[in-house]
């Protein structure tokens, strides 16, 4: 199985996601909040509709509604440390009941994308693949979970993404996680080393099933002090590597 997969660290600062009460889980014994894996495949396609009408008009677009629920994964997205519940009565002018749960989160989120089947469902209604590939993989990064519209702004875009191409089968980085990280004023850059750490660890430990078998890995990063490659150029090291 070829796959594609993002695994993103994106923060979101009090929203409260999803609905007025934010779903929580326990994962290493600590309370965390949890966004659903349908919510983003939801929000993915809405986004990747929108582009796709704008690049192709052709009434085969509308053929490709089950694309996300046949060939992709979306994992829930989990915060990396512990996520006790705010509230905010003031601010539920559009939500029901009279009290919003906010939280401040850093949320690890993982995709993944059967290339097989991916292809292959395109190329049996004669679209180009890697055309809609692009479009998916711009959808899944920028979409964003549903809110109150009157008084959050949900909108966030991924700090650090880790863009794989590989052969096998979907892995999560989630148990990077287990640990919660400990209290502090930032969560996105120490997210980040340990994500990095752990995958490091990962490569060495079952190298024949996974190192040796990854062809493309990228990362995207929102940082001012290292050069990095753009939304565009992370896409296109990803989907060429697939031809």
Known sequence: MKL???????????????????????FGDVLRAKISGNYWKQTTYVVMKTLIK?????????SLEQLTNKTAIFS??????KVPNDVDYFAAVD????????????????IGLNWNWFAEYLENLKVPPNDILRIFLRSAICAAPSAPQSSVCRQTLPS????????????SLINAFETPLPPRADYLEPSYETMKKYFKLLKQSYKELYADRTRTEVWLKANPVEPQPTLDDFINQLSTTLK
């Open 95 to 110: 939500a029901t009941p009279e009290t919003l749960e906010p939280n401040t989160t850093c949320f690890y989120r993982y």
């Open 76 to 81: 829930p997205a989990v915060s990396t440390h």
């Open 4 to 26: 594609i997969e993002l695994h993103i660290l994106q923060s979101f600062s009090a929203p409260c996601l999803n609905s007025t009460t934010p779903q929580l889980t326990y």
């Open 54 to 62: 704008h690049h192709f008009n052709d009434s085969r677009i509308d």
């Open 160 to 171: 650090y993404i880790l863009g794989l191409t590989r052969n096998g089968n979907p892995l």
